[in-house]
Each structure stands twice: as structure tokens, then as C-alpha cells.
């Protein structure tokens, strides 16, 4: 769709002036302000998970503490005795279980602390009871690490609880790398340790080197391989989001150097976004409302910078359809308002020069009618005169007065006391004098006859000499070229508001190709090709045409043999213009 308007386009570049930079400043805020939050819930969560790591460092520590013990009188008493198949001495075992109750009261969390001995023999806070050595053994050298020591779960105790256990070998002699301490720590504990909010879906959970999980706050996930591990190329937990079941998380880690153990805080995507919907909210609504008076603005000042293109538009258009009278009243001094002072100048100056023009044209028009009437007049002499001297010549001397006395009539109402128009009475006075000298040159070889219709006809006014050049024509190129007696008839009659003359002659008429060939010349449809091409016609209807217009003039009629018609159509003037 093409943009014509400028006013559309003042609109459209305000817009795009104006929403570009806004948009590029709300995507940048956003992505600010994203970043920023962002890196804050990251400071956040890293420093959670940091300390938890450093919280169950500290406390396995302090488990491993506990199960330290270089060398031990009761235990390595006891080891003798089971050495010896005597494990019955109830002296050494209640000394041993007495010493394991008070290291359990001293650590929270601590389930139990046993004694481990290679027949499958526990000696526990709870008591003595036998266990499956082999299989003990066996995740104890899976998960061995530094020093011996290996944390060993989650599992399920005795008394059907959640727990850890840290295993360490006792170090005495006496023990021959047979013996082992154990502490069951209940996972209450690492829940307790992990105990922090992360929004309404946000958790932390604790899980192995291999992601199976040691912690999690949905207990039947307990020693399944988290979702979160990554088990491709990149092996473990990776900081940032991780998409999970078309949902996205937050992922954010920290190692226990300790345990080994990775601890993870889980935080919810959706609701890491759903901070940012009031700053969501409040953008859009400052956006709308900057949109909004960008609208406005634009709008007001399109109209305001436009309004006075388009009234100088209005006025340029009207000026175009010949409405010279067109005015603007420029305000302001800018570029618009000088632009339509100079329009003004320029209305006022085509003005001036149009009535220069129509002042030019009408005396142009004067001269060229005074020229042709001028033309009318010598040919008219000559051939009058060119009648006397016949006359004289032939000694009819009464014959010659009586032309001079009609010649004598016929200029003096030709004259008309130089007025431009006279009325139809003196034009046809005029060509009946005219018809009179002629017909005494011509032997009376014709009749004529005028006939006026109306006597209100002759009144009206008529350009001086249109009628004679015709009457002239009917006479020399219809009546005298037929070589025969003829009649001519002028006929005056009003029709629908015009004049209307018709010469008459009953002469030898025109052939259809030359009558056609001269209404061609008389409606300018042909040029000529010299200018005494049919002089006579052409010089009425050229007058007539210059006085009333194109649709005015001459139009000849004509059968072979049998005559021709010249048709005058002026229209009827009331009184003399002196134009």
C-alpha cells in the first residue's frame, strides 16, 4: 500500500523516530535488569550451597572425630577375646556399648555408633546383634576414600530409619585392619542442614559423585540417579538452567570436599520469572503510555506541520481550475507561511498578467476585425468603381449617377459613424444598396428579394458588413457563373435566441468534394493553402467567430445546377458594444 499523504508519513516517521530508541531502551532495561536479578539469585543460591557444603564438611568431621581412636584398652581386650571365640564377657562388652551411648549423645543426629567385627559380629549403641559381613565389606571398599574412611547409604536401618553411615577401620594394632567404627547419621540431620527456602518450588538435594541421590526432600527419590545429572560428555551437575519436562530450572552447586557429596539448590524458572513480572507490568504500562502520547504528539504535530501544506494544496488546486481568487492567510514565520506569501504574490501577479492578456487580446481582436473590414472595403471599391467606369465607358452617364448616389448611400452606412455594430435595418439597407449597384452593373440579369421574419429583427445589432461579402458571393460565383437569368433571396429570422441570414441563389451551385473542402476551411479543419482561398467567406466567418466564438460563423449549403445556401448564425445583440 503506497503512502501519499504527508501527513501519513510525518505520522509514521514520529512513530518509528520515537519507538525505536523506546524499544531499544526497554529491551535493554529488561535485559538489565534480568541480568542483574540473575546474578543475584546466583550470588544467593552459590553462597547457600556453599555454606550447607562447608555445614556438612564441619559435621562429618566432627562424625569422623568421633570414630577416631588410636588405640582403645576395652576394644582391644574385646578383640582378643573374639580372637579367642570368647565373646561372652559381659565386662568388656557393657564397658564398650557404655562408651558408645555417650558418643552418641554427643553429636545430633547420630543414630548409632557400632563396632563392626569380621565374624558379623555389631556392637552397637542399640546392642550386640549380627550383620552380613560380606556385603558390609563390599560397599565399604566401593566407597572407600582418604584415609579409609567411606560414608555408605542412604539405607534403611534396623528401627526402619533413613540413614548414612560413616565408616572408619580402627587403627590399633591389635586389630590387623579387621575392625571398624561406624556411625549412622539420620538424614533428618542433612534436612535440617539444608533447611532453606527457595520460593514455592524450590529445593536443595544432596547427591554422590555418581548423582545418585544422598538427600532429597521427596524421601522415596532416596538413592535413585537425579535428573539433573548429566550423562554425557559433560559428567555431574553443570551451574545454570537446566530444562527438564518442558519445564526450566535454576541449577546452582557447591562440592563437599569431605563427603564428596555435590549439594544443589533447585530453583523454579517460572518463578525466577515471576519476580520479573511487576517490572514486566510497570514496563509494558510505561511503554503504553509512552506509546500512547507518542500517538498524540505525533498526530498533533502531523496536523499542525501538515494542515497548512494541505490548505496550501486546496488553494493551489482551485488556483489550477481558473479560481484566481484564492487567498491564504499565512501565520508564523517559518518556511510554510513565507511559501504562502509567495503564493499570494504570485495569484496577484498571474492576475496582473491575465488582465495584461485580456486587455492585449481584446485590442488584438480589435485590430484584426478593424483589418478585415479594412480588406472589405477595397475589394468592395474595386469592384464598384471598376461598374462606374463601365458605365461611363458605355456613355450611360444617368446609369453611373445613380451608382455613385447608391455607392454614396452605401459607404456612408457602412461607415456608421465608425461604431464596431449597427442595427439589422442599416446592414440590410446596406445589401439592398449593394444589391442595387450590382444589379445596375450586371444588366439586371437577377432579382433579389430580402425578407425579414420578424420585425423585431431588425432592432437587434449586427457587426457592420458581415451580410454584403455573402450577398457578393451569391452574385459572382452563383448567379453570374450559371450564365442565365437568377434571384437572391436574403432570408432573417430568430431561432432560440440567435440570428439567423440565409443567401440564397439559384445559381449553378458547388460540386459536393469543393462544398465539403470549404466547410472544412470555415470549421479550421484544413489549412489553407494560399490567402486568397476563398477570401469572402473566410473573412465573415472569421469576424463573426472573433466576435461571439467557434460555434458562431458561416455554413454553405449547396446542390449542383440548382443553387447554394450561405447560413449566417450570429447572436441576437440588444444594443451596440462598440466592441
Known amino acids: 500500500m503506497e503512502i501519499h499523504t504527508i501527513r501519513t508519513k510525518l505520522i509514521i516517521s514520529f512513530l518509528v523516530i520515537a519507538l525505536l530508541p523506546l524499544s531499544m531502551m526497554t529491551l535493554f532495561s529488561y535485559q538489565t535488569y534480568f541480568r542483574g536479578l540473575l546474578h543475584r539469585v546466583s550470588e544467593y543460591s552459590q553462597e547457600v550451597v556453599n555454606r550447607m557444603a562447608r555445614d556438612l564438611d564441619e559435621y562429618f568431621l566432627d562424625i569422623e572425630a568421633l570414630l577416631t581412636k588410636e588405640q582403645d584398652f576395652y576394644i582391644d581386650q574385646l578383640i582378643k577375646l573374639v580372637q579367642g571365640n570368647d565373646f561372652n564377657n559381659r565386662k568388656y562388652v557393657f564397658r564398650i556399648w557404655e562408651d558408645l551411648n555417650n558418643l552418641q549423645r554427643v553429636k545430633p543426629g547420630v543414630e548409632e555408633i557400632s563396632v563392626i567385627f569380621s565374624n558379623g559380629n555389631r556392637l552397637s549403641s542399640y546392642g550386640l546383634y549380627t550383620m552380613d559381613y560380606s556385603a558390609f565389606f563390599q560397599e565399604y571398599q566401593a566407597a572407600s576414600g582418604r584415609g579409609g574412611v567411606a560414608i555408605i547409604g542412604p539405607r534403611r536401618n534396623f528401627l526402619n530409619r533413613s540413614v548414612v553411615t560413616m565408616v572408619k577401620p580402627y587403627a590399633s594394632p591389635t586389630a590387623g585392619g579387621q575392625l571398624y567404627l561406624s556411625a549412622d547419621i539420620n538424614l533428618e540431620r542433612l534436612a535440617s542442614i539444608t533447611d532453606v527456602k527457595l520460593g514455592e518450588n524450590g529445593y536443595i538435594f544432596v547427591a554422590d559423585e555418581r548423582g545418585r541421590l544422598i538427600y532429597h526432600p521427596e524421601e522415596e527419590q532416596l538413592g535413585t540417579i537425579s535428573c539433573f545429572f548429566q550423562s554425557g560428555a559433560t559428567q555431574g551437575f553443570v551451574d545454570g538452567f537446566s530444562d527438564l519436562d518442558e519445564e526450566s530450572y535454576f541449577l546452582t552447586t557447591a562440592q563437599s570436599p569431605v563427603t564428596g557429596w555435590t549439594v544443589v539448590s533447585v530453583v523454579d524458572a517460572d518463578e525466577f520469572g515471576a519476580e520479573l513480572q511487576p517490572i514486566q507490568r510497570v514496563t509494558l504500562w510505561v511503554v503504553f503510555l509512552i506509546l500512547a502520547g ?42 510554510i507561511a513565507l511559501l504562502g506569501h509567495s503564493f499570494n504574490k504570485m495569484i496577484s501577479r498571474i492576475q496582473e498578467l491575465m488582465a495584461e492578456n485580456v486587455k492585449e487580446q481584446e485590442m488584438l481582436r480589435k485590430l484584426e476585425m478593424e483589418s478585415l473590414d479594412n480588406q472589405i472595403k477595397p475589394h468592395f471599391i474595386y469592384n464598384t468603381l471598376d461598374l462606374i467606369i463601365g458605365q461611363l465607358e458605355s456613355n450611360q452617364t444617368e446609369e453611373a449617377s445613380y451608382i455613385i448616389e447608391a455607392l454614396g448611400s452605401f459607404f456612408r452606412l457602412s461607415l456608421s459613424k465608425g461604431k464596431e455594430t449597427v442595427p439589422i435595418a442599416s446592414e440590410v439597407e446596406h445589401v439592398r444598396n449593394y444589391l442595387f449597384i450590382q444589379q445596375l452593373r450586371h444588366g439586371r440579369e437577377y432579382q433579389y428579394e430580402i425578407k425579414i421574419e420578424e420585425e423585431g429583427i431588425l432592432s437587434k445589432y449586427i457587426p457592420r458588413l458581415l451580410l454584403q461579402p455573402l450577398v457578393e458571393n451569391a452574385i459572382y460565383h452563383g448567379i453570374l457563373r450559371a450564365g442565365r437569368e437568377g434571384k437572391i433571396t436574403v432570408f432573417g429570422y430568430q431561432k432560440t435566441g440567435d440570428i439567423y441570414f440565409e443567401i440564397q441563389d439559384d445559381g449553378m451551385g458547388i460540386e459536393p468534394a469543393k462544398l465539403q473542402d470549404i466547410n472544412e476551411v470555415l470549421r479550421g479543419q484544413r489549412r489553407l493553402q494560399n490567402d486568397r482561398e476563398y477570401f469572402g467567406l473566410r473573412n465573415v466567418n472569421t469576424r463573426a467567430q472573433l466576435r461571439f466564438g467557434p460555434e458562431y460563423g458561416v455554413v454553405l449549403k449547396s446542390e449542383l445546377n440548382r443553387g447554394t445556401t450561405a447560413i449566417l448564425r450570429i447572436p441576437a445583440l440588444e444594443g451596440d458594444s462598440n466592441v
Do not use: C, M, W
Open 294 to 335: 507518542v500517538v498524540f504528539l505525533s498526530i498533533y504535530l502531523s496536523h499542525a506541520l501538515s494542515r497548512p501544506i494541505k490548505d496550501l494544496q486546496d488553494l493551489t488546486r482551485r488556483a489550477a481550475n481558473n479560481e484566481l481568487s484564492v487567498h491564504i492567510e499565512p501565520q508564523g514565520n517559518d518556511e
